[in-house]
């Protein structure tokens, strides 16, 4: 039975250049875009559900049915971007509960 040799350790700053910033930058920003995306969808959902439910109030309507379509996807729409905050909200507290 033969032993290998134990390699050197890199030193850190062979680490510090793993990613370079103009593609971490890059990165955010599509984080921020689709974040920002969630919450604009949920926000046009329920605005288009208010205007449905003023319109069948006013009798300018009567189709019940597309009213309760449109405040289920408004509903679930919400209900989307609430888990999105939520995991965005553990994976701050994840990263920032880590040891450095």
Do not use: C, W
Not at 39 to 56: D, P, Y
Not at 70 to 79: M, T, V, Y
């Amino acid at each position: 039975m033969s032993l290998s040799p134990i390699h050197a350790v890199q030193p850190a700053e062979a680490l510090t250049s793993v990613q370079p910033a103009a593609r971490t930058e890059r990165s955010a920003n599509g984080f921020v875009k689709v974040i920002t995306d969630v919450a604009r969808e949920a926000n046009r959902a329920q605005v288009q559900a208010n205007e449905q439910v003023a319109q069948l109030a006013a009798g300018k309507t009567d189709n019940v049915h597309q009213v309760m379509l449109a405040l289920g996807k408004a509903e679930i729409s919400f209900n989307y971007m609430l888990e999105v905050r939520n995991k965005v909200l553990e994976a701050y507290k994840e990263l920032t509960s880590m040891p450095l």
